[in-house]
């Protein structure tokens, strides 16, 4: 198993955010937590990649333990967070952007090379290169916000609710590269409000209530429980 998380608890203060969180995922897994609002989502990928400290469980790596250790050694290691909201830099170019993702390697070749494949996932941020991040429209910095994180040469791709306040047409395009990033070699863990895109997805699914696993299984069978179809796709 490449990752995975065992009996994870936050707090923020004295609030517990999650509650004994289990998860694992497998080298080219798409692998997606879904759940309302508050549930612990978002809480959990900030845990993976260092942004809170947990107050115990473990979170293992290609294994190693990596809970507790700072955000810059985790992106070291392979792991590449994309926060909800996107965040790009706005005053920025695209291309300044995008090599910020890479300020921690060293290997130019390499970094020209993933340049490359980045803009053949995303056409738009090779025809907006010199363009300033603010100027972007909201699904073209989501795809910045992507291509900034496989800038990294992630080994695992974090991604909080990508399809978060974009068009229709937009959600199905990220959906799409998401697909495609995944298809060569890069793990996926997907946090979306978005359940039946999330689902459709993904290979594997949890489902987090009020800062715990309450169901998990193969992503079709999640689609067709009857408590998940109710509570969170409408049916």
């Known amino acids: 198993m490449l990752f995975r998380i065992e009996d994870l608890v936050v707090h923020y203060n004295k609030v517990a955010a999650l509650k004994g969180v289990g998860l694992e995922l497998d080298a080219g897994d798409i692998v997606t937590l879904i759940g309302a609002n508050g549930a612990g989502k978002s809480t959990t990928l900030r845990a993976v990649s260092g942004l809170v400290r947990p107050t115990s469980g473990a979170i293992w790596f290609d294994g190693e333990r ?59 941020l090779k025809e907006r290169r010199t363009q300033r991040a603010k100027t972007l429209s909201g699904g073209e910095q989501q795809m910045l916000a992507m291509g900034r994180a496989l800038m990294s040469a992630p080994r695992i791709l974090l991604l909080d609710e990508p399809s978060l306040g974009l068009s229709p047409v937009m959600v199905q395009e990220i959906a799409k590269i998401v697909v495609e990033i995944n298809q060569r070699g890069v793990p996926v863990i997907l946090v979306e409000q978005n359940a039946g895109l999330a689902l459709k997805l993904a290979r594997y699914g949890y489902v987090l209530e009020t800062g715990r696993v309450a169901l998990h299984g193969p992503a079709a069978e999640l689609n067709a429980h009857e408590h998940v179809r109710r509570a969170y796709l409408g049916a």
């Open 66 to 124: 990596i809970d507790g250790r700072a955000a810059a050694d985790i992106v070291r290691r392979g792991i590449a967070h994309v926060p909800e909201g996107r965040r790009v830099f706005p005053d920025l170019s695209v291309y300044e952007n995008l090599m910020t993702g890479a300020f921690l390697r060293n290997d130019r070749t390499a970094i020209a090379r993933d340049l490359d494949a980045v803009c053949a996932h995303f056409p738009r």
